[in-house]
C-alpha cells in the first residue's frame, strides 16, 4: 500500500493496485500558515513481485483558495474559471475557451464606408467568438466633422434587435450581448437606421 503524511498525520492511503496513473487531490488547508513536512510511503511484502513500486509525479502544492475548475489554477487567478487555463494553442497567454478576437468588417456588400453606423462581424476572423456572450466597446480615434471633441469616448453596443441593429450607447450592458444570430451586426448611435437591405 501507499501513504501519503503530513507532519505523521496520515491524509491519504491507497491498498488498490494500479497499474496506471490515477491523479488526486488532498487537502491540506487545516495545515494553513505552518511548516509541515509531507512524507510518502510504500509497504509491500514478498506477496507481492514484478512490480515497480510506487511512481509519483507532478506534485503541486498549491497555496490560496479552491481549485473550483481542477486546472492547477486557484480560483482567484483563474482567468478561464470552468475551463482549463493550461490550454493555450496560439501562445497569446489567454486560455483557448477564453479566447476571443477583435470583430472584423462585414463581408461584402457590407465592407464599403458608410454613414452612421459600422458593419463588423462579431465572431471574428477565424469565428473564435461564436457562442460566446460578449461585450463590443467602439472608441472614437477620429472625426471629420468640426468643433467636435469626443475623440477617445467609448460606446458599448447593446444588444441586437431583429435586423442585427445595435444601438451603441455610453452604458455597457449588464449582461454581454450573444451574437451568434448576427454575422453581419450594424452598429449606429440612432436608433432609427434604414434596415439591412437597404444598406448597399
Not at 490550454?87 to 477564453?98: K, L, S, T
Not at 464599403?112 to 466597446?137: F, T, V
Request: net charge negative; charged share 20%.
Amino acid at each position: 500500500f501507499a501513504e501519503i503524511f503530513v507532519d505523521g498525520e496520515r491524509v491519504f492511503r491507497e491498498a488498490d493496485h494500479i497499474v496506471a496513473w490515477v491523479s488526486h487531490e488532498i487537502d491540506l488547508m487545516k495545515y494553513a500558515g505552518q511548516t509541515v513536512t509531507l512524507t510518502f510511503r510504500l509497504a509491500s511484502d514478498a506477496g507481492v513481485s514484478g512490480t515497480i513500486g510506487w511512481q509519483v509525479d507532478q506534485i503541486r502544492v498549491v497555496s490560496g483558495s479552491a481549485d473550483s475548475d481542477g486546472d492547477g489554477v486557484p480560483d482567484e487567478c483563474d482567468l478561464c474559471p470552468g475551463e482549463d487555463d493550461n490550454v493555450d494553442v496560439n501562445g497569446n497567454g489567454i486560455p483557448d475557451a477564453c479566447d476571443v478576437e477583435a470583430p472584423i468588417l462585414a463581408p461584402s456588400p457590407h465592407d464599403i464606408l458608410k454613414n452612421r453606423y459600422i458593419s463588423i462581424d462579431p465572431r471574428g476572423a477565424n469565428e473564435i467568438n461564436a457562442g460566446k456572450d460578449l461585450d463590443i466597446r467602439l472608441t472614437l480615434t477620429s472625426t471629420l466633422v468640426s468643433g467636435v471633441t469626443a475623440v477617445g469616448s467609448q460606446w458599448w453596443a447593446n444588444a441586437p434587435d431583429a435586423d442585427c441593429i445595435a444601438v451603441v450607447g455610453p452604458t455597457r450592458p449588464a449582461v454581454p450581448p450573444n451574437w451568434d444570430a448576427c454575422p453581419t451586426l450594424h452598429l449606429t448611435g440612432c436608433p432609427i437606421i434604414p434596415t439591412p437591405t437597404s444598406w448597399l
